[in-house]
């Protein structure tokens, strides 16, 4: 059975820095896209970064752009997201994403029909 087990949530302040990390067992993801999405509280869930098995494509949402780092150890079926200059507004739950593709159309990359799920670590900016 595949896992996703994602740490490195928290409570801090604006501008602080956070790394999140995903796990993977159960399965390789060594040939696969996987990422991270979040979701707010009344918001639906949102993309925020992924990265294709061979780091050929690294899409991240315009909302992160310049201060998210998303980053893969193969080898160790790892994900990991570093936030810089994190704002109120990142605050969320932050969820792993494993399998399905990055696609690209019209130069914007597009992560979808993505197939496990993390069940999320909590991530709260204070102003």
């Known amino acids: 059975q595949v896992r996703l087990v994602e740490s490195g949530g928290g409570l801090v302040q604006a501008g602080a820095s956070l790394r999140l990390s995903c796990a993977a067992s159960g399965g390789s993801f060594s040939r696969d896209a996987m990422g991270w999405f979040r979701q707010a509280p009344g918001k639906e869930r949102e993309f925020v970064a992924a990265?294709?098995?061979?780091?050929?494509?690294?899409p991240y949402a315009d909302s992160v752009l310049g201060r998210a780092t998303i980053s893969r150890d193969i080898a160790k079926n790892t994900v990991h997201l570093q936030m810089d200059s994190l704002k109120p507004e990142d605050t969320a739950i932050y969820y792993c994403a494993g399998g399905g593709e990055i696609t690209a159309s019209g130069g914007r990359f597009t992560y979808e029909r993505v197939q496990y799920w993390g069940r999320g670590t909590q991530v709260t900016v204070s102003s």
């Open positions: 990265m294709t098995w061979t780091g050929s494509a690294t």
